[in-house]
DNA sequence: AATGAATGAGGGTTCATTCAT
DNA sequence: CATGAATGAACCCTCATTCAT
């Protein structure tokens, strides 16, 4: 009866959703520490038993949290096509950078959760959200080195720069997300991400 | 008795340093949560109650530690002198962040406790932090929109940039702090800085 | 419908079995507190609830399974025929002990639930389990008092002596019981209790 | 300030005693498993986080009695004297064994912890709490083979016959110690020690 | 001023049992 | 009958804070 397979498979999954929702949430209020599973299961509206039914652990969920974020973001992530006929590098870098930031300001617990970075969680949650800035990182001075190979960028110290840039863009999603709800952005994110980019590509100065 | 005041002050204020010392070290290794109580007093070589004969909280050690840190700062943020006879504004900014960024790479922990920002410690100390951070904001916003006036820079979103250039200079501490005790910076904090500004400036793109 | 009926009271029968047979095995190598119903359903191969279907509580199945034993055990206790023209007691003894040994000893799971007497469960089956053996004290005393009366029996204190006769069993089932299971008796039972007879008639002493 | 050292060491020692108190007779009472923490220090009248000063797990109190319960016995464990002049073995044995059953008997909490062996609390104590019978057997094999030797003791398996010598021997503990609190002992300890060297010895038949 | 033993609320986790399907 | 997701009481343990000395 494959229709019942898919219904329960549908069910579990949705109680799995309901809890990683409820545990994003509290973590992005209360960060990894603060969170409690009294917390996490209020707001899930379950009982306590129930949660370690779909998470081995508080860190598991985050873990998970991470996974599925981490999962979509690398998506989101598009190397430069430098190659011939490509469209032009910083249009290219627009469209990725403006997906990827709607993404996560959109999701404002999210966003808390992948800002949280140098709390500290127990350990390996630590490393695995420290790992994935990393890998950012990386992608960012490849593709720094690249540019510089082409001579469209300037010389610089490659990961320095990149965990600039990095810092550059969370400083602007922290912008974003931290604003009271009910005085919304006052603008659209690609404008957002268009002058996050000519920022980032030419600097402050004028001309 | 002044001599005996004076003296027991002094006595106290040292036994307040040590705490603080101590606390700062903690703070940085195991972050706001994972720092314990037994842990600062340990480092400190104190005992429990002396701790609380000095500080009311671990919240309070926390704020106290991040307020030394925040009082430092400020002195080191000079404004940009734009009136006649001064110095480039561009000679002036290196200065001045030179100076900080050599003071907060000079003391990990406290480049670890400042880093911390949305690690959410306990409500208070969490908000101090945020302010501290809205305040310097808040300076490098005056700070461009003066520029603009005066046409030095671009048109932009004074708040947004600010946000962006905080981010980038958190990068860069970030990048500077978190590396293995063994492995020095290869290059001196001046250099740093001016490829910092330099970045900032003019941006990434070659020209 | 007698025969559907049947057929449904052998298949319940059947699970029964087979869950009791479950626990035992979990009983045996977890102790009672340590035996979890997850392992049993495991092990059974049965759903979480079923074995509600079947047993009351944890306590219940352990309380089956002790009864079971027991009743097998009684079985394996004959009383010694003194009249006239009867094998001579230590022949009856040293059958019937034999049998009931070999009982034992054959079903190791069986024998650590036997064993695990004070391990304290839930009140119940422990008073079940001391119940048992209280019974079987009661029969050893009785045929020591017998064997009094006709002058076959040393003077002693018959319920103290049968505390010690059962102690010494137990003393010789744990020794042939918690063995690796690579290395087994390397005496056929029969010899065991001969000896074991030997040692309870006339004691250590040479001669 | 050496009384000071002394009367803090004596305060600590005290409590500490307290809690291996009331933790020898919750352990007695309801098993390693039925025990909890709530019931110890409930016991013990202490707070919570008082009992984790003393010990650091339940593991570890439980740890803590068997150690002190073993040392105590390890001590009245006397290895028989077969040198010339010394006492008769027998008139040995019975000192031993008397000073040790009295102990024993005499400390009921203790006697149930001490026969709670097969239990199956967690690994590391029942390990210890077998490793101290295996030696205990090991003291008495060795002296059957002894025995053996100087053909004061019949030909027999020594390691079984221990093990069975050791069951009745903590068949004559549990009989003793098991009776209702009203009823004492209707016998001095040493009268029962002498019936059980004489059952050991010569066994339960006439002449 | 300094101590450190004592406290107990609160944390994460387990597991025997129930019940809607 | 059989299922297994859901439950929640109970467990062991930690740690910021207090207070008698």
Do not use: N
Request: proline residues 4%.
């Amino acid at each position: 009866m494959p229709a019942e397979d898919v219904r329960a498979l549908g069910a579990r999954a949705e109680r799995r959703r309901q809890i990683l929702d409820a545990a994003k949430q509290v973590f992005a209020e209360a960060g990894y520490h603060g969170a409690s599973i009294h917390a996490i299961i209020e707001r899930a509206a379950i009982a306590r038993g129930t949660f370690y039914l779909y998470f081995e652990s508080k860190e598991a969920v985050f873990g998970a949290l991470l996974d599925e974020a981490m999962t979509e973001l690398r998506h989101r992530i598009v190397r430069i096509d430098t190659g011939p006929g490509a469209r032009s590098p910083k249009d290219q870098l627009e469209d990725s950078l403006s997906g990827l930031l709607a993404f996560v300001v959109a999701d404002r617990p999210l966003a808390a959760v992948l800002l949280s970075s140098s709390s500290t969680p127990d350990a390996e949650a630590a490393a695995r959200l420290a790992g994935f800035y990393a890998e950012v990182r990386q992608v960012i001075a490849l593709s720094l080195e690249t540019g510089m190979q082409i001579g469209l960028i300037r010389r610089c110290h490659p990961e320095r720069t990149a965990a600039a840039l990095l810092g550059l863009v969370r400083g602007i999603v922290e912008h974003c997300v931290t604003r009271p709800v009910d005085q919304p952005l006052d603008q659209p994110i690609a404008d957002v991400t268009r002058e996050l980019i000519d920022l980032a590509l030419v600097g402050v100065l004028a001309r």
